[in-house]
């Protein structure tokens, strides 16, 4: 697959990066987690609102089978519902990426 637009510019410049984006859910966190995954880029998207996270997942996911982007069938979005104000919660979420 050719990994370049019509100018030479790389297509992918994140494939291989792994961002953690908090208030992924929605708003500027939401956004910024599209940009990301557009680019290329795996995605862990933390959020309190775990409805808005999985439709966030479900988009991008949809997306990347639609551009033909797909390498395999693991999704290159993670989703880990998050209480930011909750130490316990935080310490979980950031436990889980470590070990992944």
């Known amino acids: 697959q050719e990994n370049n637009d ?3 510019r790389d297509i992918n410049p994140l494939k291989g990066s ?6 992924a859910a ?7 987690a599209k ?5 290329g880029g795996t995605v862990v ?8 996270l999985e439709k966030l997942k479900d988009t991008l996911d949809v997306e990347e089978r639609s551009r033909g982007d797909l ?3 693991e999704s290159r979005v993670w989703v880990l519902p998050t209480q930011h104000q ?3 919660s935080v310490s979980h979420s950031a ?3 470590i070990d992944r």
């Open 6 to 8: 019509s100018n030479g």
């Open 18 to 23: 792994t961002a953690v984006v908090t208030g």
């Open 26 to 32: 929605g708003g500027i966190g939401g956004e910024i």
């Open 35 to 39: 940009i990301i995954h557009r680019l």
């Open 45 to 52: 998207a933390l959020d309190r609102d775990v409805a808005g």
């Open 71 to 73: 390498i395999s069938n």
């Open 86 to 88: 909750d130490l316990d």
């Open 95 to 97: 436990n889980q990426i």
